[in-house]
């Protein structure tokens, strides 16, 4: 392995941006998450059923 490619490599990022669905309706929210930190599960307003319902990570969609 030649020295030039361990020097250039791309360090991993931080951040991950990820995709959230409703539980209840379907409904998906883009986040932005740690990427050592667990699958997110947070509970925001859905404007398809106008309430706050539960969004799980459905799933990853690039690295920042």
């Known amino acids: ?3 030039s ?5 791309k ?9 959230l ?5 379907g409904h998906r929210v883009i ?3 740690e990427r050592v930190s667990d699958k ?4 925001i307003f859905d404007p398809y059923v106008q309430d706050k ?3 799980r990570e459905w799933k990853k ?3 920042l």
Do not use: G, Q
């Open 31 to 33: 986040r932005c998450r």
């Open 1 to 3: 392995m030649f020295l």
């Open 61 to 63: 969609i690039k690295s």
């Open 21 to 25: 669905e409703s539980v209840a309706s």
């Open 11 to 19: 360090a991993k990022s931080k951040f991950i941006l990820v995709l």
């Open 53 to 55: 319902v539960l969004y």
């Open 40 to 43: 997110l599960e947070v509970v």
């Open 5 to 9: 490619n361990v020097l250039l490599k």
